[in-house]
T-cell receptor
Framework: EAGVAQSPRYKIIEKRQSVAFWCNPI?????LYWYQQILGQGPKLLIQ????????DSQLPKDRFSAERLKGVDSTLKIQPAKLEDSAVYLC????????????FGPGTRLTVL | QKEVEQDPGPLSVPEGAIVSLNCTYS??????FMWYRQYSRKGPELLMY????GNKEDGRFTAQVDKSSKYISLFIRDSQPSDSATYLC??????????FGTGTRLKVLA
């Protein structure tokens, strides 16, 4: 079974630029999550999708971050404009359903904002 | 006070040692308890998943949950250099929302 795929793996941008990350979840997983993991910290949930609908985006900085999951499969997370404090690893995870089911993580995208 | 507390380490042990990793939490609603292993520059990989209190064993790994003390542990027996990684505990109250600890860096010395 293929795992969660993410691209790019690494990205370096200057502050105020924009950036987008892509995620392809495990086939058949209806629930998709985006996490932010700052160095030395655990992952923090940014947004959760159930199919193509948003379930929770309470911790997403909506003034600069946006995410979509068209057709309920792939998802993109965008930051515009980026700030220095956005430097982190952005992890995508998926699960079969949203109720306490195991979440499987992708390798992450490491973002450096200069 | 953070909802989940985890000693960041680093923890260095010799090969073959028994490793004990721990997390404490404050939210009594947590029912699901997970341990993830994260190698450098990789995503977290699920190691153990337990519901409510008790022990669960899988090979060299044992997870313990003590809900009365709000304390969970992961034991690694016969530790190997390949076990060197960051170990993250995660918890949820039965919903999608996982709360992660900061992770403990483990180094097993050959």
């Amino acid at each position: 079974e293929a795992g969660v795929a993410q691209s790019p793996r690494y990205k370096i941008i200057e502050k105020r630029q924009s950036v987008a990350f892509w995620c392809n979840p495990i086939s058949g997983h209806a629930t998709l999550y985006w996490y932010q993991q700052i160095l030395g910290q655990g992952p923090k949930l940014l947004i959760q999708f159930q199919n193509n609908g948003v379930v929770d985006d309470s911790q997403l900085p909506k003034d600069r971050f946006s995410a979509e999951r068209l057709k309920g499969v792939d998802s993109t997370l965008k930051i515009q404009p980026a700030k220095l404090e956005d430097s982190a690893v952005y992890l995508c995870a998926s699960s079969l359903d949203p109720t306490g089911d195991t979440q499987y993580f992708g390798p992450g995208t490491r973002l450096t904002v200069l | 006070q953070k909802e989940v507390e985890q000693d960041p380490g680093p923890l260095s042990v010799p090969e073959g040692a028994i490793v004990s990793l721990n997390c404490t939490y404050s939210n009594s609603a947590f029912q699901y308890f997970m341990w993830y292993r994260q190698y450098s520059r990789k995503g977290p990989e699920l190691l153990m998943y337990t519901y409510s209190s008790g022990n669960k064993e899988d090979g060299r790994f044992t997870a313990q949950v003590d809900k009365s003390s709000k304390y969970i542990s992961l034991f690694i027996r016969d530790s190997q250099p390949s076990d060197s990684a960051t170990y993250l505990c995660a918890m949820s109250a039965g919903t999608y929302k996982y709360i992660f600890g900061t992770g403990t860096r483990l180094k097993v010395l050959a």
